[in-house]
């Protein structure tokens, strides 16, 4: 996490990934990604934000059922485990900032990206599809284990985002 910077007493500010700054409360609740100065666009996710932001609802309640947390903070697994497997897997291309001391912001953990907020998406169900294959391949069941990988091979990552979001209605747009 950056260190909070408080100039005129207007909150925190991240150094984003691109080398630019951003102003956290310039981020509201629901903003999903913002244009930079840099000329990219990033994600923005909240702790507050649902993780079926980016999973069906079926498998947010698979995960929360079966991944146990060690989290007194955060004991099932939601948007804030979601960012932590994609700050493990980028750590250069995501900052976060605690901002659970400021009572304007709404939210206790603001992450942005170096990726816009489809990219984004597509790289968490890819990463939880890695999650699933590794536990899949833990199963005693070769027939599982061959079923799994032949779904896998028909998923389509790019598609499911394309269609997930569709179905959602996320488009960036209504919240710039």
Known sequence: MSEPRVPGGRGAVLDLPCGEEKRVRGLDLGKREFD????????????????????????????????????????EFGTAHLM???????????????VSD???MGAGIVWVTDFDSRRLHEIIVELIVELMEHAVSHANDDGVISEFESKMLQ???SEFVDEYRAQRDLDPEPYM
């Open 36 to 75: 930079c100065p840099c000329g990219g666009t990033h994600a923005v996710v909240m702790d507050v934000h649902p993780p079926d932001r980016f999973l069906p609802e079926f498998l947010v309640e698979i995960l929360q059922s079966t991944i146990e947390t060690t989290s007194e903070d955060m004991p």
């Open 84 to 98: 932590g497997i994609v700050l493990e897997e980028f750590p250069e291309a995501v900052v976060s900032e605690d």
């Open 102 to 104: 400021d009572g304007e």
């Open 155 to 157: 998923f389509d990552v």
